[in-house]
């Protein structure tokens, strides 16, 4: 029965077992469609925002978008989270809408 199963199952060295479990693992994660929606910011401000929610929340910001173009942007686009400092009713079943405290730490005007 042993060597029936060796025929079968191929035999790997420890570093090719490896190298298949990191491409394996690798493909498995996915990551997240973060996208940020404003309303009242400027636009120059936003790229500052985006930074210090990076910083401070670990969330990594694909697009921002202002709120109008949301819903547009939610029919033709995928999107997990949704990331707001404004308090900005988003209301979509299959996404998660972040409401960030305001203002952001270490946030300088220009």
């Known amino acids: 029965m042993t060597k029936k199963i060796r025929e079968i199952i191929p035999s790997f060295t420890v570093f090719e077992g490896i190298f298949l479990w990191f491409i ?44 109008k173009e949301i819903n547009e942007y939610l029919k033709n686009n995928r999107v997990d989270n949704i990331v707001t400092v404004e308090n900005i009713k988003i209301y979509h079943k299959n996404v998660t809408v972040k409401n960030l405290y305001f203002p952001v730490t270490n946030y300088k005007k220009l």
Do not use: A, C, W
Not at 30 to 41: A, H
Not at 44 to 54: A, L, M, R, T
């Open 24 to 67: 394996l693992s690798k493909k498995e994660i996915s990551e997240d469609i973060n996208i940020f929606v404003f309303k009242n910011i400027d636009r120059n401000i936003v790229s500052i925002i985006i930074n210090e929610i990076y910083k401070k929340h670990s969330i990594k910001i694909t697009k921002f978008l202002n709120s």
